[in-house]
């Protein structure tokens, strides 16, 4: 009897893991909709129930089952509005403002304990630059691109980086970073990171969408269409550009030859520029973007941990902290790397 109930109990915990991973891939890497991925939850259940197998028997790996329910049961509308990381642009914004403000809330509290003397003008300077150049680095800028407006976010993305820049060195004028005017404790700028996550999660997802997306879904003439074509190949979709531009070039060449408008023959430009980009070409993209990311992230605490050695002034722990954060991304880019092998 004990024997039986510990099996069950296994079986059971079992259950819930390849259910628990098969929601967090729905959800986190795919976008489905909660109501889907409610049912389908439901529907894994009451299987496993009636057949008493293990649900990795019934429907498979939980990675490969939750791109089957992506493709297979998801709208082609909600569908064409993930990128090839399977966010769409709201999505990008929200969890980018609340990890651009996690990383704001740690540069604060290290700042506060490093035992540099600021001013408050210098202080918040400072706060206010990076919170500008990590809102538009964490969530403007990815929000952009998902929703195919590249140019757009390369222009934010350069303003954000002379605001920031300009933040730096007025702080590190001898006027203003030994003045005393008012009291601004490095630990108050902890209070930039908090509002920069409130932000994120208090603007909803159709706001935000509206936002960065303002004409999705619209009809478009010709020539608009074939130019939001190309941005969705190239930004949204991730395509490289001479690959995009082939592909308007054919759709062009297509409907001169058949004297028909682009809206009419070749239908919504958001789900004919996904349905060029579907299959496993998507995966491979994905899997490159963030091996990409991952070694600019090493690359960039490479040089932190350089610096903070070259500076006799600078406490231990800030070289630390650095040379354990290269060592994570470094382990996260070989693990990428042998999964890009793999495909």
């Not at 990008?92 to 740690?106: D, P």
């Not at 190309?230 to 004297?259: N, S």
Request: charged share 20%; with cysteine; proline share 4%.
């Amino acid at each position: 009897m004990t024997k039986t109930a510990a099996s069950a109990r296994s079986g059971h915990s079992g259950r819930d893991a390849w259910a628990n991973k098969l929601e967090l891939e729905l959800v986190l890497v795919h976008s489905v909709p909660h109501e889907l991925v409610n049912r389908v939850l439901k529907e894994v259940a009451e299987a496993v129930t009636e057949t008493g197998q293990p649900a990795e028997e019934l429907f498979g790996p939980a990675e490969e089952y939750a791109a089957v329910v992506a493709t297979e049961r998801v709208d082609a509308r909600h569908r064409s509005a993930l990128d090839f990381e399977g966010r769409t642009p709201a999505t990008h914004f929200r969890q980018g403002m609340v990890a651009g403000g996690i990383a704001v809330l740690v540069m604060a509290v290290m700042g506060t304990f490093s035992g540099e003397e600021l001013s408050g003008a210098s202080a918040l300077l400072l706060a206010l630059s990076t919170s500008v150049f990590v809102a538009v680095g964490f969530a403007v800028f990815p929000a952009l691109r998902a929703a195919g407006r590249t140019r757009t976010a390369w222009l934010y993305g350069a303003g954000a980086g002379v605001i920031t820049a300009a933040g730096i060195c007025l702080a590190a004028f001898p006027a203003i970073r030994h003045a005393h005017s008012f009291p601004f404790p490095p630990f108050a700028a902890a209070g930039c990171g908090v509002l920069l996550g409130a932000l994120g999660l208090a603007i909803p997802a159709r706001v935000v969408n509206r936002w960065f997306s303002p004409f999705e879904g619209h009809r478009l003439d010709d020539e608009q269409w074939l130019r939001r074509l190309g941005k969705l190949l190239y930004g949204r979709h991730g395509l490289p550009l001479r690959t995009a531009q082939q592909h308007v070039a054919e759709a062009r060449e297509h409907l001169a030859a058949t004297g028909r408008g682009a809206q009419q023959e070749l239908g919504q430009v958001e789900i004919y520029a996904m349905n060029l980009t579907d299959g496993p070409g998507r995966d491979v993209q994905r899997l490159r973007h963030h091996f990409l990311g991952t070694l600019s992230a090493m690359a960039v605490f490479a040089v932190l941990f350089t610096l903070t050695l070259m500076d006799s002034d600078s406490g231990g722990t800030a070289s630390w902290v650095h040379a354990v954060l290269f060592v994570c991304s470094s382990a996260s880019a070989v693990a990428l790397f042998r999964k890009m092998r793999a495909r």
